[in-house]
């Protein structure tokens, strides 16, 4: 081997550093700036669907019904206030009103509300309405549950925020429809609310009512019965004065009490009579006791006469002068004062016959009430017998008396109560709306613009999540386990060789860097005989082939480029070649492969064999062995021998010569290569025992310039418009 062609360019050591930084600078990139770049990428398809989405807002508005909103604003108050300021009440207040308010909204949401709304209009048979929403029932439906689903689908109820305001809107084609429902929805909360409020309260009185009417009942045929079995009994009941002198209160007895009461009476006012006779005549019988004896008898009449005037005052005031035993004692204090009289006239005025004939006379009355009075109270005694069964029944009356005061009483608190105030006003009602509120041109402009970005972003993750190209060049170590030994910008096709031409270009740089790196990672020096393959054609393989045996020749080293793509052949496409022979008629059988050899043009310096004409089998006629033989031979005669080779998936080419050759360097083309395609191809190389060097990435564009690489990526790459007229100066090659 020669010494001199397995030396390291000169200036290698000044590639080391970029590699490296290329390496390990650019390992912070984060999604905000991994999207935004696919953003940029695909800016026209993005600007494209925003315009659509636009475009559909904008037809949108255009067909849009025009609708016309209607509010009513409603005030909801709580029912009850603590007007006490009791403690502990506020407390529960609180609770209440956190679940009143959204009940309420709940409510004037519900779908009894819009029933009642419905039946209320008489929306079935309103043209108006109907022909707003276009006769909104179907043919052989429930008109009502239909209209009141247009109503909910319709209605919005929006709460004021802290306060108890809430907001009645409805939307409809025809302004006084919107108005009219509106204003008739809150009606029907407000009255829904009423008969809510108070539907407990008619439930009691009708309750009461029934309650009533038969407690009445039962009033009625309790005094019946105490009527028939009071006069089946001769029960005559008389009321009298109370005994306690109350003159408004009355008391019940039999008529044979009243006739037992008045008759004894009356015997007592005898008896009195009786015994101021008595008396008259034992003071006449005692005349002949002397003037002494008489005045004796008149103070003893007098005093008699003073005792009964007090026990007369006293039960004067207590009870009426027609009460019999008042009327009694009245008698017994005349009778004394006339016999006060008579005792006073003198003995002589009287005679003792007639004193005799009163006194008779008196008892004779006595003994006549006496038998009265006996008689009576045997009557008495058997009524007292039959009032056990009376008051039996008259307590029964009692009862049904107090029960029906009772429930009338309450009949009545409750229909004081039921008289109240709604808690919901209405402090706003709708007005006719002046124009519609929808559809609004801007605010579709809008939604849509959203929509649009909405998709934007999600086709954007899509993009990045279904992408399987590579597009950060140092995913090549970390998914493949390679090393990134170059990163090669793209170039217009016609300007490649060009380009490659001018040692101030991008390209140039880069294919140089791209041999430092093959160098280092061959263990400091260029392997002798280096293939150059890739997944899949059109990565630039054969451009890098071209391109390290024109570099390698520039450093005085002898190259031989050996074209082995003998079905797709890409390397004369650079370098002007179109002969027939080639690779293919030395495998075919013609030992002399430097027949075969061309000076490479326009690029100098470095000699070329083809591939040939296309063979029927080319993996037959590399698997001849006379490749082995052929490479062995120019390795002896030249530095360097550069294979391009074929791709490896699909054809068994590269992996077969693969293993004949000192270093192998995979090919990925940049926003193109599919992961799967070149997870494969490394496996088929480790497996044919390949020495994989490491992987180039070639076509770096714009898309991956927030990796670090493409237009202006490299700090020396590119640096070259100043080096080139450096070059002149120092009379190097341009």
């Known amino acids: 081997m020669n010494d001199q062609a397995g030396t390291l360019p000169a200036d290698a050591a000044v590639y080391e550093a970029p590699i490296e930084r290329e390496r390990g600078f650019f390992s912070g990139v984060t999604d905000f700036e991994k999207y935004l770049d696919i953003a940029r990428n695909n800016k026209l398809i993005i600007a494209a669907v925003l315009a659509l989405a636009?475009?559909?807002?904008?037809?949108?508005?255009?067909?849009?019904?025009?609708?016309?909103?209607?509010?009513?604003?409603?005030?909801?108050?709580?029912?009850e206030k603590n007007v006490f300021n009791v403690e502990g009440v506020e407390d529960e207040r609180v609770r209440a009103d956190r679940a009143f308010l959204p009940t309420q909204y709940e409510l004037l949401e519900s779908r009894s509300l819009a029933d009642r709304v419905v039946r209320e209009l008489d929306l079935g048979n309103d043209e108006e309405f109907l022909s707003a929403y276009n006769?909104?029932?179907?043919?052989?439906?429930?008109?009502?549950?239909?209209?009141?689903?247009?109503?909910?689908?319709?209605?919005?109820?929006?709460?004021?925020?802290?306060?108890?305001?809430?907001?009645?809107?409805?939307?409809?084609?025809?302004?006084?429809?919107?108005?009219?429902?509106a204003n008739a929805w809150a009606d029907a909360y407000i009255a829904e609310n009423l008969d809510r409020r108070f539907g407990a309260t008619r439930d009691a009185r009708s309750s009461l009512e029934e309650q009533l009417q038969q407690y009445r009942q039962r009033l009625e045929e309790a005094e019946r019965a105490v009527i028939a079995y009071a006069t089946a009994q001769g029960l005559v009941s008389i009321d009298v004065p109370r005994e306690d002198g109350d003159s408004a209160g009355t008391a019940s007895q039999t008529l044979v009490a009243t006739e037992l009461a008045a008759f004894n009476s009356a015997l007592q006012q005898a008896t009195t009579q009786r015994i101021a006779a008595e008396a008259a005549l034992a003071a006449r019988s005692g005349a002949n006791a002397g003037s002494t004896e008489a005045s004796a008898t008149a103070d003893a009449l007098r005093a008699r006469r003073a005792e009964l005037q007090v026990e007369l005052a006293e039960l004067r005031s207590r009870f009426s002068p027609s009460y019999p035993p008042v009327q009694a004692l009245q008698v017994q204090i005349d009778e004394l004062e006339r016999a006060i009289r008579e005792e006073q006239a003198g003995a002589q005025s009287g005679s003792?016959?007639?004193?005799?004939?009163?006194?008779?006379?008196?008892?004779?009355?006595?003994?006549?009430?006496?038998?009265?009075?006996?008689?009576?109270?045997?009557?008495?005694?058997?009524q007292r017998q039959d009032s056990v069964e009376y008051n039996i029944l008259q307590r029964e009356v009692d009862t049904n008396r107090e029960i029906y005061a009772g429930l009338l009483q309450r009949y009545r608190e409750i229909g004081v109560v039921g008289v109240g105030e709604s808690n919901v006003l209405v402090v706003d009602p709708a007005q006719v709306p002046g124009g519609p509120y929808t559809p609004s041109l801007i605010r579709n402009l809008l939604i849509a613009?959203?929509?649009?970005?909405?998709?934007?972003?999600?086709?954007?993750?899509?993009?990045?999540?279904?992408?399987?190209?590579?597009?950060?060049?140092?995913?090549?170590?970390?998914?493949?386990?390679?090393?990134?030994?170059?990163?090669?910008?793209?170039?217009?096709?016609?300007?490649?060789?060009?380009?490659?031409q001018h040692s101030y270009s991008e390209l140039y740089e880069a294919y140089f860097s791209l041999t430092s790196s093959v160098a280092f990672a061959a263990g400091g020096s260029m392997p002798r005989s280096l293939m150059i393959t890739s997944s899949q054609p059109g990565e630039g393989k054969s451009l890098t082939a071209v391109a390290i045996a024109y570099l390698l020749a520039r450093q005085g080293k002898k190259v031989l480029l050996v074209d082995v793509d003998l079905r797709k052949s890409g390397v004369g496409k650079y370098l002007s070649i179109d002969t027939a022979q080639g690779m293919s008629q030395y495998h075919m059988g013609k030992d002399d492969w430097r027949s075969m050899v061309l000076p490479s043009t326009p690029?100098?310096?470095?000699?070329?064999?083809?591939?040939?004409?296309?063979?029927?089998?080319?993996?037959?006629?590399?698997?001849?062995?006379?490749?082995?033989?052929?490479?062995?031979?120019?390795?002896?005669?030249?530095?360097?021998?550069?294979?391009?080779?074929?791709?490896?998936?699909g054809l068994v080419d590269a992996p077969?010569?693969?293993?004949?050759?000192?270093?192998?360097?995979?090919?990925?083309?940049?926003?193109?290569?599919?992961?799967?395609?070149?997870?494969?191809?490394?496996?088929?190389?480790?497996?044919?025992?390949?020495?994989?060097?490491?992987?180039?990435?070639?076509?770096?564009?714009?898309?991956?310039?927030?990796?670090?690489?493409?237009?202006?990526?490299?700090?020396?790459?590119?640096?070259?418009?100043?080096?080139?007229?450096?070059?002149?100066?120092e009379g190097l090659p341009a």
């Open 54 to 79: 636009l475009a559909a807002g904008l037809v949108a508005t255009l067909l849009a019904t025009p609708l016309y909103l209607a509010t009513t604003r409603i005030e909801i108050t709580l029912d």
């Open 135 to 181: 006769n909104v029932v179907p043919e052989n439906a429930d008109i009502e549950p239909a209209l009141a689903g247009t109503l909910l689908n319709n209605v919005s109820i929006t709460p004021i925020i802290n306060s108890t305001l809430v907001d009645i809107s409805f939307s409809s084609p025809d302004p006084q429809v919107s108005a009219r429902i």
């Open 352 to 382: 003792q016959s007639r004193l005799r004939a009163n006194y008779n006379e008196a008892l004779a009355a006595e003994q006549r009430l006496q038998a009265q009075v006996n008689r009576l109270q045997a009557n008495y005694t058997d």
């Open 449 to 500: 613009l959203v929509a649009g970005l909405v998709v934007v972003i999600l086709g954007l993750y899509a993009y990045d999540f279904l992408n399987q190209t590579l597009r950060d060049p140092r995913q090549v170590r970390d998914r493949l386990g390679l090393n990134l030994l170059a990163n090669i910008p793209r170039i217009d096709e016609g300007d490649i060789v060009e380009e490659l």
């Open 603 to 649: 690029l100098e310096d470095f000699h070329v064999i083809p591939a040939g004409r296309k063979p029927l089998s080319a993996a037959e006629l590399l698997s001849s062995g006379r490749f082995q033989r052929m490479l062995d031979e120019a390795e002896a005669e030249y530095d360097h021998v550069v294979i391009d080779a074929p791709p490896v998936l």
């Open 656 to 729: 077969m010569i693969a293993p004949s050759l000192d270093g192998v360097v995979l090919v990925i083309e940049a926003n193109g290569g599919k992961w799967r395609h070149l997870e494969s191809a490394v496996s088929r190389l480790r497996a044919s025992n390949a020495e994989l060097l490491g992987a180039a990435v070639t076509k770096l564009d714009e898309r991956n310039a927030m990796y670090g690489y493409g237009y202006g990526y490299g700090y020396g790459y590119g640096y070259g418009h100043d080096r080139k007229k450096e070059g002149e100066e």
